[in-house]
């Protein structure tokens, strides 16, 4: 068995679809207003999927969860998420990204210090990071590779930063055996609408303004979700334990290039009624620190563990913008917060299960 924790958020979700192909995978997820476990809905009856809402920062409860299930790999995707977020409230990220962190990986050395053979040889512990703790780059500045000194600015990114040191300590001190990826923006099925792309579509799709940030031309490295699930695996896999590798789609594009790029495919797919979705770009107040370029070279991953994207940012997007038309539920659900009902309604009140299965619709 494998542990996801953080599966019920955009990334977790699209590689637990991917993973629970070939693995029985228990999802951890406290579902804060980022997770919605509708998404594993359709999962509910399949074999090897487990689902239980815990919270990463509780030492105990994942110490339970471990004792009961033994996996052979956890793959920790849980976090505090959005830049924007972090800017107007940066409590919550230092205790999950940071506390949370450290308290899993208190809980993953004491298992791991008691296993023994393969067993312990073979357990991994795989922790999903970010392009922002290297900081901003300059137009002509190389792309981040896995020795760029980090520099990170905003919140988020410093509570990120914070958690791969603590990684990193992890295996350099207990050798524990841990990977670390750093991946640039995602985009894809299942993106919360408070990230750039879903919210394009999801405003466009409403009539409502599209908000660019400053000037617009801030460059991002964009990379289809899956691709970025396929490296993960492969980083699981194949990767060796100590090592970090940078994941990216080598896809960089300015800010105002991805919403024109997102407003010509949904007028393809979804005409506007009157005029052109740019029409409704509307250029607003930068955010604080915003950084002005990322950048991933992925040179390593490609070398040693033979990884390539199989989406160019213009398949990718049109996949995406596709998908979002075909689950405008999902959207609304979202945005009106249904989900959170949903949520308090299957969830409220349930404690992390000392022994047993915990399916989602129990
Ligand atoms: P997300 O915000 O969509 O999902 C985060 C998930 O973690 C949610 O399901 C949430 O309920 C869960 N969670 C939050 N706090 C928790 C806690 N204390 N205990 C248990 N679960 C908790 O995030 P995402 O975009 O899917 O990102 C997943 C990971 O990938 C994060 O670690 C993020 O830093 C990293 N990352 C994201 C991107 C991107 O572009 N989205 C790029 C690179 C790296
Ligand atoms: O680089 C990886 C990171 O990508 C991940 O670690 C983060 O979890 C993820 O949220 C993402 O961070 P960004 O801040 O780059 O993503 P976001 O979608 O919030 O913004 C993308 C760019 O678009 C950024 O330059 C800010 C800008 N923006 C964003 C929003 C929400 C706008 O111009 N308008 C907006 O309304």
Not at 112 to 130: E, I, K, P, Y
């Amino acid at each position: 068995m494998i542990f996801v924790t953080g599966g019920a958020g955009f990334i977790g979700t699209n590689f637990v679809f991917e993973a629970v192909a070939a693995e029985p995978l228990l999802v951890i997820d406290k579902l804060t207003y980022a997770g919605n476990a509708d998404n594993l809905s359709a999962l509910e009856k399949a074999d090897g999927f487990q689902f239980v809402r815990a919270d990463i920062c509780d030492r105990e409860a994942m110490a339970r969860l471990l004792a009961l299930h033994r996996p052979k790999a956890v793959v920790h995707f849980a976090a505090e998420s959005h830049v924007d977020r972090s800017i107007h409230g940066p409590a919550d990220f230092v205790q999950t990204n940071i506390v949370g962190t450290f308290e899993l990986l208190e809980a993953v050395r004491t298992h791991w210090s008691a296993l023994d053979g393969a067993a312990r040889s073979t357990f991994r512990f795989l922790h999903v990071s970010t392009d922002e703790v290297y900081g901003s780059l300059n137009a002509t500045d190389p792309a981040f590779t896995e020795v760029t000194p980090y520099a990170p600015n905003s919140p988020y990114a410093a509570s990120k930063a914070a958690s791969d040191h603590l990684v990193r300590a992890y295996h350099h001190t207990y050798g524990l055996p841990t990977l670390t990826t750093n991946c640039s923006n995602n985009y894809g099925p299942f993106q919360f609408p408070e990230k750039l792309i879903p919210l394009v579509i999801a405003n466009a799709l409403e009539d409502k303004a599209l908000p660019i940030y400053g000037d617009g031309l801030n460059v991002r490295d964009w990379l289809f979700v899956g691709d970025h699930c396929e490296a993960i695996q492969r980083v699981l896999k194949i990767g060796s334990p100590g090592e970090t590798y940078n994941i990216g789609g080598k896809n960089e594009i300015r800010n105002i290039d991805v919403v024109r790029s997102v407003c010509r495919v949904l007028g393809e797919l979804r005409p506007r009624p009157h005029g052109n979705y740019e029409d409704l770009i509307t250029y607003v107040a930068d955010r604080p620190g915003h950084d002005r370029r990322y950048a991933i070279d992925p040179g390593k991953i490609e070398r040693e563990l033979h990884w390539a994207p199989a989406e160019t940012f213009e398949s990718g997007i049109r996949r995406t913008v596709r998908w979002y038309l075909d689950h405008l539920d999902w959207v609304s659900s979202v945005r009106d917060g249904r989900y959170r009902t949903w949520v308090e309604k299957n969830y409220g009140g349930r404690a992390v299960p000392t022994s047993g299965r915990m399916r989602i619709s129990e």
